[in-house]
Nanobody, 128 residues
Framework: QVRLVESGGGSVQAGGSLKLSCTAS????????MGWFRQNSDKEREGVAA???????KYATSVEGRFTIAKDDAKNTLYLEMNNLKPEDTAEYYC??????????????????????RGQGTQVTVSS
């Protein structure tokens, strides 16, 4: 059983930055497909960014160029660097992990939310 714990959420003004962290236990980030998803007040889930065991990355179009996903396998930690935040980025962000097939499995993981484990989430609020 993989346990994921997020940290780093908060409130910022538009244009500001935040960095989220997700520490995994019970599993190793080097073998997992990992990603960040968010859920807004309407409870719509959206994939934000993902990275697979081959370090292939995928981003939502809405965050490309502003957000960067990274992981430190030595620390078993996943990060999401968020810059130039916008009010529409306001949501609960959660870390998720699963197993991705090679050659495109990350796409299914990202677009279908096909994760096996998820964290509790951390709130990000961006004010205008």
């Amino acid at each position: 059983q993989v346990r994921l714990v997020e940290s780093g959420g908060g409130s910022v003004q538009a244009g500001g930055s935040l960095k989220l962290s997700c520490t995994a236990s019970g599993g190793t980030t080097s073998t997992l497909c990992m990603g960040w998803f968010r859920q807004n007040s309407d409870k719509e889930r959206e994939g934000v960014a993902a990275i697979d065991q081959y370090d292939v990355e995928k981003y939502a179009t809405s965050v490309e160029g502003r957000f960067t996903i990274a992981k430190d396998d030595a620390k078993n930690t996943l990060y999401l660097e968020m810059n130039n935040l916008k009010p529409e980025d306001t949501a609960e962000y959660y870390c998720a992990a699963g197993f991705c097939a090679p050659f495109g499995g990350i796409v299914y993981f990202f677009e279908s939310g096909a994760y096996k484990y998820r964290g509790q989430g951390t709130q990000v609020t961006v004010s205008s």
